[in-house]
T-cell receptor
């Protein structure tokens, strides 16, 4: 079964550094998402992306965050200047174009900011 | 009131028992309801997806939605130790944002 793949599985970075989290969505999917899960807390929506632009974002997704689809297969989340509170699991998800089809998630990148 | 509430558990059952999970929500605009299973340090895995009120069955899993009570349920029949995981409910109105419950940890003991 096709799946969403994310790299790296674990990223350790120092506060203030930039990180890029990478995702390869399912190949025929057209909607892409980033969610995060701080340890012990709920999975939270960050941003959705369709047709090469952000379609919706949460209040968490401030100017430190950006997303990009640099080519036909990758979808990235960049955090420009990481803070301790950015430490979390970051999940990429995708879905196909059918209206309100369900999201399929990757296994996440564990980001640790020291 | 939290938008989606889910008992964190843990819910411990013997192998073969029925696991009963539920979520309540406050936003009447939610129309699409999902259940995900999450193993430790893994991503959410879609189990069930339902639209509006009613029941849906898939193998050992049954999802129920009662929009009038703002209450959704997931039942797992003939539970197995491999069903031990955290179960997340998630829901959305029209649009892109999924709102998750906090998850219920389930332990199925052999």
């Amino acid at each position: 079964e096709p799946e969403v793949t994310q790299t790296p599985s674990h990223q350790v970075t120092q506060m203030g550094q930039e990180v890029i989290l990478r995702c390869v969505p399912i190949s025929n999917h057209l909607y892409f998402y980033w969610y995060r899960q701080i340890l012990g807390q709920k999975v939270e929506f960050l941003v959705s992306f369709y047709n090469n632009e952000i379609s919706e974002k949460s209040e968490i997704f401030d100017d430190q965050f950006s997303v990009e689809r640099p080519d036909g297969s990758n979808f990235t989340l960049k955090i420009r200047s990481t803070k301790l509170e950015d430490s979390a699991m970051y999940f990429c998800a995708s879905r196909d174009l059918f209206y309100n089809s369900p999201l399929h998630f990757g296994n996440g990148t564990r980001l640790t900011v020291t | 009131q939290k938008e989606v509430e889910q008992d964190p558990g843990p819910l411990s059952v013997p192998e073969g028992a029925i696991v009963s999970l539920n979520c309540t929500y406050s936003n009447s605009a939610f129309q699409y309801f999902m259940w995900y299973r999450q193993y430790s340090r893994k991503g959410p895995e879609l189990l069930m997806y339902t639209y509006s009120s009613g029941n849906k069955e898939d193998g050992r899993f049954t999802a129920q939605v009662d929009k009038s009570s703002k209450y959704i349920s997931l039942f797992i029949r003939d539970s197995q130790p491999s069903d031990s995981a955290t179960y997340l409910c998630a829901m959305k109105a029209a649009g892109n944002k999924l709102t998750f419950g906090g998850g219920t940890r389930v332990l199925v003991k052999p």
